[in-house]
């Protein structure tokens, strides 16, 4: 079954930082660019960043360059969002998405993982 | 960054009545490829979004045939020709055809 499972979330104060984990499993994963998708409980949904399959390229949304940092480790099925100086507004659902060229659009999603940002 | 509007934003449908979502994008989905990265998402309560349609009008695998997609260009529209009881959530369409992607704000489609 091909499936992606998120992890790390949690409550971290503002100006922290936190890493979020993506598990990857039943899909040869060193052959998918990944994304990285947040949604504010209640509100919609905001793609934030994405990584090539073999993570020599990097995007970011605005909100979150410089601040954010995408990685993956290809041996261990694994993506990665490192996330620095967390803002209040940073607080969401994140969720790790696969990539298909085929479908053109991202056509599995983990369950998620909440960030909350409070002091 | 390209605006989408989804039209409405809420719909009470009645179990077994057809219902009709619009996708309004503020710029033209084409592609330089010719293909139009144009997708519909469903999200039920509590669980992560789920694939429906893709490129406009193919359905991803494992959906009903009750859904359909329609558009050109600018704009879009999701169509469930029979309401079930498990289509309540909130459906996304989502562009893909230029960074950063985008989603619409969302229809939220509950029971009479």
């Known amino acids: 079954e091909v499936q992606l499972v998120e992890s790390g979330g949690g409550l971290v104060q503002p100006g922290g930082s936190l890493r979020l984990s993506c598990a990857a499993s039943g899909f040869i994963f060193s052959t998918y660019w990944l994304h990285w998708v947040r949604q504010v409980p209640g509100k919609g949904l905001l793609w934030v960043a994405r990584i090539s399959s073999d993570g020599s390229s990097t995007t970011y949304a605005d909100s979150v360059k410089g601040r954010f940092t995408i990685s993956r480790d290809n041996a261990k099925n694994t993506l990665y969002l490192q996330m620095n100086g967390l803002r209040a507004e940073d607080t969401a659902v994140y969720y790790c998405?696969?990539?298909?060229?085929?479908?053109?659009?991202?056509?599995?999603w983990g369950q998620g993982t909440t960030v909350t940002v409070s002091s | 960054d390209i605006v989408m509007t989804q039209t409405p934003l809420s719909s009470p449908v009645t179990l077994g009545q057809p219902a009709s979502i619009s996708c309004r994008s503020s710029?033209?989905?084409?592609?330089?490829?010719?293909?139009?990265?144009l997708s519909w998402l469903q999200q039920r309560p509590g669980r992560p979004p789920r694939l429906l349609i893709y490129?406009?009008?193919n359905l991803f695998s494992g959906v009903p045939d009750r859904f359909s997609g329609s558009g050109a260009g600018t704009d879009f529209t999701l169509k469930i020709s029979r309401v079930e009881a498990e289509d309540v959530g909130v459906y996304y369409c989502m562009q893909a055809t230029l960074f950063p992607y985008t989603f619409g704000q969302g229809t939220k489609l509950e029971i009479k």
């Open positions: 710029q033209s989905l084409v592609h330089s490829d010719g293909n139009t990265y």
């Open positions: 998405a696969r990539w298909s060229g085929y479908y053109g659009t991202m056509d599995v």
């Open positions: 490129k406009i009008s």
